[in-house]
Each structure stands twice: as C-alpha cells, then as structure tokens.
C-alpha cells in the first residue's frame, strides 16, 4: 500500500520539478521555421480560396523564388453543366518565406473540357 498523501516535502519537490521543467522551456530559443513544400500548397490554397470565394483546385506548378515561394493554381470560376462546359482560370500566387500569400493575379481562362491552346512552358 502507498502513501497518496501530500506532504510538505513532496510538493516542494514536485513545484521543484515542475519549475526546473517549465524554466528549461522558455530559456529554449524559438526559432523560425521555414515551411514544408506540402504545407505551403495547402495554405496558399486555402488563402487563395477564402480571398476569391472561388474553389482551388490544383496547384499546376510550384517553386521556390528568392523571396518566397511562386505558385500556378487552378481555380474554378463558374461551374456549368455538364461539367466539361466550367470555366476555369490560373492564378499566379506569390508567398513569402513563412508561406503567406501575398499576392495573386488571373492569368488565363479557360473551359473544363479544352485543350490547353498555348505552346509548352
């Protein structure tokens, strides 16, 4: 059988821990994290949505640039019936380090259905 009760000398030692924890913690330098090439698709996305309104789809291409990350994402712009007849349109997104967007601009417009009518990047 244990003893559960509290003395004096066991909750010393235990605040004793629980500092010497704590006090190890906030002395650790925080330090910046760049992020994850996956984690940044899925933010830009997701801030490209709520700032449009309008469903991302795809992320086309994707890059590191020297002040950040450049993204080509596929919206859909109208949806139509049948689904081949929606319109969709590429967003060039621009991030920084921390993988926040910064800013965006259409640069085509397109049916679902059609073949892609410029040449190969």
Known sequence: MTNTKKTPES???????RESHDSHESHTPQESRRPK???VL???RAQL???T??????VSSFE???EGWALEVEVLELERVPDTMSLMASYQVELD???????YRRVRRYERGRADSRGSR
Do not use: N, V, Y
């Not at 909750?11 to 821990?17: K, L």
């Not at 380090?97 to 800013?103: F, S």
């Open 97 to 103: 380090a921390e993988g926040q967007l910064t800013g």
């Open 11 to 17: 909750q010393d030692s235990h605040q004793s821990s």
């Open 64 to 66: 590191q640039t020297e």
């Open 42 to 44: 899925r933010e830009a």
């Open 53 to 58: 309104g309008m469903t991302a789809e795809s």
């Open 49 to 51: 949505a709520e700032l």
């Open 37 to 39: 090439p996956m984690e």
